[in-house]
């Protein structure tokens, strides 16, 4: 097993007196597929924020490629190259296709002057590329908006890869896709990580999926973690069988 | 030039025609050049309420701040170069001083300078302070910086307070005044439409038209969004400070209330305009903003006493049936006409379409 590129040391969090996340403590793997389930309300979300930077954490630390990020903000993190995907899909629903791509650009080191320059042809073909690549070439010109919702999960999933990510954190990226799409969807995400080398760390709750997608899965439940391995040894595993069948 | 504002011949022709019709209208009409240019001023007024407003999806109620700076700075500015600005204040018009005309000259060129940077000093700050507001806590708290604009205005003794500032005495003959200033309005509209037009082709439209879709994906993509809106709402300061310079001088006298920062009048006409045109579209804030002054005048000439019903229920009507405006309804029926950029080479241009 190679180097994490995230690692997560002892996290806590909680909202007024819920404790979403207890003394949780993960890494994921560089070049990995690693997955993440539990049960509804077991904190993988919260997990996920505490991760991005979404809100500050109670204790432990968060590293990415070994620096400390546990204090610094969203926009700083993904700056750095840890990029999120949102569980109710987020796109720029007034904006076309095309432009929803162009604006995810990486802005890592764009100054101050980058703001009022155009976009380069090279830019634009990169653009068409990842549209094609999720199959929503043919709508580049259509408002976001007016997209379906599992085309607005392609799309938002063409805007991360845009912003050209070190690791992407992805809060379930089959809910709500038409089931005969989703082996599409694997199959890209699969490409993603080969061919593009961005690590991918996935929330999930459709265990086909899951199981056929990631090398090593984390088990979540009532916020702490319950058990971690590869895919055969989870499914096997008699405390995620019971979190899930609530023999709690 | 033309590639980078993105005009074909045909558009340049049409804005060749427009430039002519605004040169030639304080001639057709010159009872009406104050008027005609306070019409260039409303322009300029709806094109910087749509970069937040529209563009950004930042409702900002005091914009009408920057206006009354500028006109402020201008005022003081002039003075200041020739006299002891509380002593000429104190005297509220009582004593007559003369300013030769380069002396005026002078002043007036560094008081519009100022009065376009001191604005863009202060939107730089406020928007330190405000932009951790988002939606209706935006709109109110703007809307109180400049209502409280107006009351430290009136009781700040320096400035005049709220006995106001005389301006000093355009040297041109009567008729050269109003020319004068028709063709500096002019020109500052102008010169925002162009500026705008360049600006809405960069990345920083994409950005801001971003953040107004969806700021938390913005910030999630790692866009620096305080940076954008920083530079939006600067914008916007900068050329309402020069509207506010210009038009104090054309009115001659100034105080807080009603000239420098009237909330409730200007304030919300940038607002209503903007609306009526269409917000986040370059030309909706044109359209609405005629469309606005010509209903303005009609109501002001023939239901005087009625004129801010008549107002009112225009506003109402437009933000209840028709919110899209007049420019956002076209868009919805011809979104070719719409279509993106240059850059996009012609054979890949939309067939499908835009809004559902």
Known sequence: MSAPVIEVRGVAKAFGGVVANHDVSLSVADGSITGLIGPNGSGKTTLFNSIVGQHPIDAGSIRFLGQEISRLNVQQIARLGMLRTFQQTRVFSKMDCVRNLLISLPHRDSEWKDMFRRYPAEVMERADGLLEFVGLYSK??????????????????????????????????????????????????????????IT????????????????????MSHGELLADGPPASIQDDQRVIDAYLGAH | ??????????????????????????????????????????????????????????????????????MYVCAVAQIAIVYDVAQYTAASGAVRVDFSPKEYYQGLALGVVLAALVPVVFAVVLSWILFGLRGPYYAIGTLGVAIAAAELTNSWN??????????????????????FFYAACMAATILCYL??????????????????????????????TSRYKMVAWSVSAFFLGIAGALFGNMTGFIEPMETAFPTLTFGIFMVAMTLLGGKGTLWGPVIGSTLFYALRELTWTYLLGWQYIALGVLIIVNVVYFQQGIVGWLRQRRPQWFAPHAETPADKRLETGGKA
């Open chain 1, 140 to 197: 580049r010109m259509q408002i976001a908006g007016s997209l379906s919702f599992g085309q607005q999960k392609l799309l938002e999933f063409a805007m991360a890869l845009m912003n050209q990510p070190r690791v992407l954190l992805l809060d379930e990226p089959t809910a709500g896709i038409n089931p005969t799409l989703i082996n599409g969807l694997i199959d890209r995400l699969k490409r993603a990580n080969a061919e593009f080398g």
């Open chain 1, 200 to 219: 991918l760390f996935v929330i999930e709750h459709n265990m086909r999926v899951i199981m056929n997608l990631a090398s090593h899965i984390y088990c």
């Open chain 2, 1 to 70: 030039m033309s590639l980078r504002l993105g005009l074909t011949p045909r558009s340049l022709t049409g804005h060749l025609l427009l430039l002519a019709a605004g040169v030639a209208a304080p001639f057709l009409f010159p009872g009406h050049t104050i008027q005609l240019a306070v019409f260039w001023v409303f322009v300029l007024f709806a094109l910087t309420w749509d970069i937040m407003g529209g563009q950004m999806g930042y409702n900002s109620l005091g914009n009408i701040l920057f206006f009354g700076l500028g």
């Open chain 2, 158 to 179: 320096y400035v005049g307070g709220g006995m106001g500032i005389a301006m000093p005495v355009f040297p041109g003959g009567p008729g050269m005044r109003e020319r």
């Open chain 2, 195 to 224: 500026f705008l037009r360049w600006l809405y082709r960069t990345r920083f439209s994409l950005a801001i038209n971003a953040i107004r879709d969806d700021e938390d994906k913005a910030e999630a993509l790692g866009l620096h």
